[in-house]
């Protein structure tokens, strides 16, 4: 009888020996982390992410066509950037020589990939130094292709602007086919608040271009819906269709500053099957 006594406490120390370190093995297993999903990019035109080095001698390099007027107007930045390990640094002054009647930088998509409808996404960036006054400038546009024979001085149908120290939107439409004038059938500016400074602002546009009641603008401020018109006319009345083009551009200086710096980063253009989570800022 103490020979199988023995023989089950001896079972049940082995035992519960066993159990401990089966429990503390299990406590130090860690889950492995799922992968990181990949961003779709099957439906991107163009991409400018800033991290192409041979953008530095050489702005052409990239997705887009560089407008600039000197070397300054375009450097790449590596203490401020949105994503990876440089941004683009975007530089006026009032200075610089002229380019088609104003002061510019500006990054351009090919008018020939520009589409019926597109997703835009990108980043800006204000330093503490920005300052805008009465007479404002334009940080991004959507640039209209004026048919043969029509008047080429409109301001553009689409355009992110600046102003009064202020973020605004300017949306035109004409339905004539041949404008023989800069004015427009309509107009609407629509104000997002003021410049942010000393951080990155998220921007998701989706247009549908249409000068009639077809056209869709959708518009997002990091994250959240701040313009949404559907169904309303947007654009001109022309054969080609607007081309995205961001940077600055300042048609004439006030007495509120004589540079502008601003920065660009993660900049995305789809087609009409693009979505916002495809062209949206950061890493996916």
Request: contains cysteine; charged residues 25%.
């Amino acid at each position: 009888m103490k020979y199988i006594l023995y023989i089950l406490l001896f079972s049940t120390s082995a035992f519960s020996g066993n159990y401990h370190y089966a429990v503390e093995e299990k406590q130090f297993q860690t889950t492995p982390e799922p992968p990181l999903e990949e961003r779709n990019t099957k439906n991107l035109i163009l991409v400018e992410t800033f991290e192409n080095p041979d953008l530095k001698d050489d702005p052409q390099a990239g997705d887009f066509y560089l407008e600039h007027a000197t070397d300054h107007s375009f450097q790449l930045e590596e203490s401020i950037k949105r994503e990876g390990t440089t941004a683009g640094r975007f530089e006026i002054n009032k200075s610089d020589p002229k380019i088609w009647g104003g002061h510019r930088t500006e990054m351009s998509q090919a008018q020939s990939t520009a589409c019926e409808e597109g997703w835009y996404g990108f980043s800006q960036y204000f330093p503490d130094s920005y300052t805008s006054g009465s007479t404002g400038e334009v940080i991004g546009q959507w640039h209209d292709q004026a048919d043969e024979g029509e008047h080429v001085d409109r301001s553009p149908s689409n355009t992110l602007l600046t102003g009064d120290g202020r973020i605004k939107w300017m949306a035109r439409w004409d339905a004539d086919k041949i404008m023989d004038s800069g004015y427009s059938d309509g107009l609407e500016y629509l104000d997002l608040g003021p410049i942010p400074k000393n951080e990155w602002i998220d921007w998701v546009v989706h247009i549908k271009y249409s000068h009639t009641n077809t056209g869709i603008l959708e518009v997002w401020m990091n994250g959240e819906k701040v313009i949404d018109r559907q169904n309303m006319p947007n654009s001109y009345n022309d054969d080609a269709y607007p081309y995205f083009k961001f940077g600055v551009y300042k048609w004439n200086w006030g007495s509120a500053s004589s540079q502008k710096v601003i920065y660009y980063d993660e900049v995305r253009v789809g087609n009409e099957n693009s979505s916002y989570d495809e062209v949206k800022p950061g890493a996916y």
